[in-house]
Nanobody
Framework: QVQLVESGGGLVQPGGSLRVSCAAS????????MGWYRQAPGKERELVAR???????AYADFVKGRFTITRDSAKNTVYLQMNSLKPEDTAVYYC?????????WGQGTQVTVSS
C-alpha cells in the first residue's frame, strides 16, 4: 500500500505558472509510471502527463510545451510544472502511480485559472 499526497494547487491568473507536487509514502522505484490526470466539472478524467521509472515522459497534446513532469526518486516525489496556464486548465489534478498490477491515486488538488 502507498499513500500519495498532492500539494501546490491554487488560484492563478491566465498566463501564470503553478507547480503541483505528489509525495509518496514509500519508495517510488517499484512504480513503472507515475503521473497526473485531471478532471474538470462535467468532464471525464483525462491523462495530463506521465513519467516512467527510466525517466521517459509523455504528455497530452493539450499541455505539450507548457507543462513539464519530473520525478525525484530521492524524495519519492513527482512534480508537474505548469506554465502559460489557460482557463481550460481549471480542474482537480490527481496524482497516480502504477506498476501494472495495481494503481494508486491521490486525493486530488484543485487548480483554478481565472482572472
Amino acid at each position: 500500500q502507498v499513500q500519495l499526497v498532492e500539494s501546490g494547487g491554487g488560484l492563478v491568473q491566465p498566463g501564470g505558472s503553478l507547480r503541483v507536487s505528489c509525495a509518496a509514502s514509500r519508495s517510488i522505484f517499484s512504480f513503472a509510471y507515475m503521473g497526473w490526470y485531471r478532471q474538470a466539472p462535467g468532464k471525464e478524467r483525462e491523462l495530463v502527463a506521465r513519467v516512467s521509472n527510466s525517466e521517459n515522459t509523455a504528455y497530452a497534446d493539450f499541455v505539450k510545451g507548457r507543462f513539464t513532469i519530473t520525478r525525484d526518486s530521492a524524495k519519492n516525489t513527482v512534480y508537474l510544472q505548469m506554465n502559460s496556464l489557460k482557463p481550460e486548465d481549471t480542474a482537480v489534478y490527481y496524482c497516480y502511480s502504477t506498476n501494472s498490477a495495481v494503481t494508486y491515486w491521490g486525493q486530488g488538488t484543485q487548480v483554478t485559472v481565472s482572472s
